[in-house]
């Protein structure tokens, strides 16, 4: 018709935003989180309710309860931010705000943990699977740290090359790459301190101890991902509906070998979060909408890019 708009141009008018979810990891629990919204939401009491069955036991009490040292602990904190996530994203998407307001996910990507959430959200694992699942992890992570005691530390403020000498230094290794200002280094006990010191003497702004049970992202996580790759194999794994972008390369995963994979690597190597953002903003994404606990991958998103759009649930 003479005059009209073409179709891909009304397309791309109606699409005025290119969306990615994100799901935070352990260190976004605190008590009280989700309590309001299971008052609100019939989906969110679905989900908590499901995961107390499931489980065996009040997590959402927990979740809403405390005290925070039990809800710290590496075999709660996991299942419980999964859980809470999982009942903001139902929440959400009964409503429909994000997706009227902002169109589909075009990716996911969660940090750490939060890949855990990301399957569920992009159909490889059902709920209660995952939960078992990061429960499992939880576990094997906490026993691993105390069989091999260690810890990890933020180091605010040093390039990522001198942050790699120090390792190389104190036998510590790269946990987390999560903005250009911040790198997270994972070791045991001494070795940990010791580039602590190094990192301080090198002119770190800030040199923060993370309060976790053990060396996570780390050769010292061997033994729980050993353990965990019969959890594994015994899933079966879905194809994922929405390319999620993995911890360890940074790059879309939708297979469901690649996703099973992920889930091991990620147990003892670096979290590329950095370097998904920068992907994904690479790709067209311009507005991250955090779902789950918190807002640190909020912060660090900004700091990575600050001309994009973020929103937190």
Not at 93 to 98: A, G, H, K, L
Not at 109 to 133: I, N, R
Not at 281 to 286: A, K, V
Request: with cysteine.
């Amino acid at each position: 018709m003479p005059g009209s708009t073409p179709l891909w141009a009304q397309t791309e008018k109606i699409q005025v935003s290119r969306v990615a979810y994100v799901f935070p990891g352990q260190g976004s629990q605190k008590v009280g989180m989700g309590q309001e919204l299971y008052a609100a939401s019939k989906e969110a009491r679905n989900v908590f309710d499901e995961a107390d069955a499931v489980l065996g036991f009040p997590l959402s009490k927990l979740c809403f309860e405390g005290p925070q040292e039990e809800l710290s602990q590496t075999i709660n904190a996991q299942p419980a931010i999964l859980a809470t996530s999982i009942a903001l994203l139902r929440a959400a998407e009964n409503r429909q705000e994000i997706e009227t307001s902002y169109g589909p996910p075009i990716f996911i990507a969660g940090h750490s943990l939060g890949e855990y959430t990301s399957l569920v959200a992009a159909g490889v694992l059902t709920f209660s699977k995952a939960l078992h699942l990061a429960r499992e992890r939880g576990r094997l992570m906490q026993r691993a740290g105390e069989d091999s005691p260690g810890g990890m530390a933020a180091i605010i403020g040093l390039e990522q090359h001198v942050v790699e000498g120090i390792c190389t230094t104190s036998g510590t290794e790269i946990a987390n790459i999560n903005s250009p200002e911040q790198t997270v280094i994972s070791g045991s006990t001494d070795s940990l301190n010791t580039a602590m010191d190094i990192a301080e003497e090198k002119g770190a702004k800030r040199v923060i101890p993370l309060a976790v049970s053990g060396a996570f992202h780390s050769r010292l996580m061997e033994p729980a991902a050993e353990a965990m790759s019969h959890s594994v194999q015994e899933l079966e794994f879905l194809n994922a509906s929405i390319p999620i972008i993995a911890n360890t390369t940074a790059r879309p995963i939708t297979e469901a070998s690649e996703t099973r994979a992920e889930l091991l690597d990620q147990l003892c190597q670096c979290v590329q979060w950095r370097k998904s953002v920068e992907y994904m903003i690479e790709s067209g994404i311009d507005t991250f909408v955090e779902v789950g606990p918190g807002q640190v991958l909020s912060g660090l998103i900004k700091r990575i890019d600050s001309r994009v759009k973020v929103i937190t649930l």
